[in-house]
């Protein structure tokens, strides 16, 4: 009555050939004008928790099977959605991130694309009270963005 899928599918809609077996995420490099500390390492967890909770890939540093290398390009605050008296009602974060995905046992899902996302936030309060809430959910959907690439065929 129940079958398994075997090396094809997951529980998170990816698809993966069976005899992909390997990941490694390289340590995200920060070229942002803004340099935020926490950013790119807090990124690349991201980025290899995901593919760990949502493929049967095992975390490797060399050979991988399917490898990512990342960049961030873009980290800004401006204001949006400006008001009658000329002040920002909102301020915007966004997080731009060039990556790279090398799929060794798949050349055609090898693919160098810039992911960007952002996070409008009210502007009466300061970027440090909101930043590391704002950097966590951008970073959520950010990764989110890249395994869909890498992984679900949509």
């Known amino acids: 009555m129940f079958s398994s899928c075997v090396g094809g599918y997951s529980f998170t809609g990816a698809s993966i050939s069976a005899d992909t077996t390997t990941f490694s ?3 995200f490099i920060n070229r942002a004008s803004i340099v935020q500390p926490m950013l790119a390492p807090e990124l690349t967890l991201a980025l290899i928790n995901k593919v760990n909770s949502g493929t049967n890939l095992k975390s490797v ?3 991988a099977d399917v490898s990512f290398k990342g960049t961030i390009i873009t980290y ?3 204001p949006v959605s400006i008001q009658g ?3 920002a009602a909102k301020n915007r ?4 991130v060039k990556v790279t ?3 060794q ?3 055609k899902k ?3 694309q810039v992911f960007s996302r952002f996070k409008d936030y009210d502007s009466s309060l300061s970027l440090t009270d909101v930043e590391e809430a704002l950097i966590k959910q951008i970073n959520e959907e950010l990764v989110e963005d890249i395994f869909n690439k890498a992984f679900v065929n949509w």
């Not at 974060?93 to 731009?96: C, Q």
């Open 101 to 103: 995905c090398i799929n």
């Open 25 to 27: 995420v390289d340590q």
């Open 85 to 87: 008296d000329d002040m």
């Open 93 to 96: 974060l966004t997080i731009s």
């Open 105 to 107: 046992k798949d050349k």
């Open 76 to 78: 800004t605050i401006m």
């Open 61 to 63: 540093n060399d050979d």
């Open 110 to 112: 090898n693919f160098e």
